[in-house]
């Protein structure tokens, strides 16, 4: 396998990161929708919302900023050496794109004036993090099409090494003499 290419594979615990932050933004974006949408309970003054429905928020936020630190650990090995290999650059760049959306989205969030922007940032933000939720999955499939095309074919008989690597391999008793 080229070198650049075995760079892009995250380590175990690398990638369990990954796949735990992309779930927990989608589960508490989610969490927060039902609860926003479809759960009120009785106050002292009337309907209010419930108390849990700050908290998918609140989790939500952590899990950003997560995600966000997860998003440049990948930039200098995994993407730049895909994306110069030409490997999943279609999912890749896909998962980019939204991540950028995500985060300008969720900066709009914050700071974009007026009751009706912020709806539609709203809505534009969790749809495009439910793409993100489904993207991530075919992304990951894909390596598996892309570890056959780089897998050495052990059907065939090894070929024999070439004598410069053969008189490397046996060392200094090889090296012509002074
Ligand atoms: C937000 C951006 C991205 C995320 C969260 C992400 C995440 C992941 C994860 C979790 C894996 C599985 C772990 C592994 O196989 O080592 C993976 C594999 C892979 N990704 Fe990405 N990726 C991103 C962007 C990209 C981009 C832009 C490219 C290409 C231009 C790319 C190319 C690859 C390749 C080639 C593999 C398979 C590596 C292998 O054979 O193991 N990724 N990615
Ligand atoms: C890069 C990834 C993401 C980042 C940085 C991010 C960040 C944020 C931030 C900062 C907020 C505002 C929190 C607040 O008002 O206290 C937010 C709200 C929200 N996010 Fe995300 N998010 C991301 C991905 C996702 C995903 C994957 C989903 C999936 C469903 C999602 C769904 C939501 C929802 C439903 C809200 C509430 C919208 C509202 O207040 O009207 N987000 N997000």
């Known amino acids: ?7 892009v594979r995250l380590g175990k615990r690398h990638e369990a990161s990954v796949h735990v932050c992309v779930a927990a933004l989608v589960i508490t974006g989610l969490l927060w929708l039902l609860f926003h949408f479809f759960v009120v309970v009785q106050g002292e003054f009337g309907e209010q919302q419930h ?11 952590f899990a950003g900023m997560g995600a966000l630190l997860l998003f ?4 200098p090995l995994h993407i730049r050496n895909a994306w110069q290999h030409g490997a999943n650059r279609w999912s890749g760049g896909v998962l980019v794109v939204l991540m950028g959306v995500l985060t300008l989205s969720a900066y709009g969030l914050y700071y974009a004036g007026g009751e009706e922007t912020r709806a539609w940032i709203s809505t534009f933000h969790w749809i495009a993090g439910c793409v993100l939720g489904l993207s991530l999955p075919v992304h990951v499939l894909q390596r598996r099409r892309n570890r056959r095309r780089t897998a050495v074919d052990r059907s065939q008989p090894l070929a024999p090494a070439p004598a410069d690597e053969l008189r490397l391999v046996r060392g200094r008793r090889d090296m012509p003499q002074a």
């Open 1 to 7: 396998m080229p070198s650049r290419l075995r760079q």
């Open 72 to 75: 440049g650990s990948l930039m």
């Open 51 to 61: 108390p849990l429905e700050a908290w998918w928020l609140r989790l939500h936020g």
